[in-house]
């Protein structure tokens, strides 16, 4: 018999905020091949203005696409919504985006006394993908919307220095711009949060709902597996853009993520 061919995913995000969805797709499919590409030389994604998302998004997906990657994972909520679309256009590969999911709200069948809140980057706040988001899903405004602009840049921030004290003294800040008291559950409206999703949980009081496991769930479905996968990859390969130019990946092991 000969030997199948290695299933390859690409992978990106402003930062290590893609982790959290990487880690679903791993679960799921330990058998993939996967690139990721943390652009930290334009994070935050979240205060860039739509043309410059595009514009690196692009120069992401053509490194992926160097690797012979069948899929990409636009594992970025505020890119998804500026630049997938233009991705689909102009690539011939498939691509897999994510969204806040606010189908939370027919999906678990909240009451229309339920309500919650979304919190998002302040770009992604403005976009048209957002809004429509919205239209479809909140028709009773059940839904607060909320931007957090440093999130994202504190959840880097932790996972290099790994102050836990300093992480929950900037989440106290952070999270003081609403009262907590009037939802059930917090929205998360950014691929970073997720990797926290404990820490938000304990300083609003509010349960988490992350897209991470449905992005994984379509990365699986689009893939297809046929049950005769080969080995577990224990490791990913993982580039950032600060670090280098041109992009020299390394392993990484799975275990090492947060
Ligand atoms: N992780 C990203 C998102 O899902 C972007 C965070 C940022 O760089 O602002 O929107």
Redesign the pocket.
Known sequence: MGQKKEQRIGIF???I??FSILKEIHKSAPHLKAYYIADDAF?????KSADEIIQRSKYIVEELLKFDVELIVV?????TAFAIDYLRDHYSVSFVG?EPFLNAIDKFNWTREDKSCVI??E??SKSVRFNDLKLRYDKFNQLDYFVTKNL??IIEKYFSQLDKQELMASLEDEFSIFDKSAYKYIIL????YPLIGREIEAITGLAVISPCPYVARRVVSLIGLDGNETAESSSFEFTTTKASSPLRFVSKDFSSLP
Request: hydrophobic share 25%.
């Open positions: 995000d402003s930062g905020g893609g994070a935050p994604y979240g205060s594992a970025c909520n505020t890119a994510v998002t980057t770009l992604m994202a840049t409206g950014c691929t970073h």
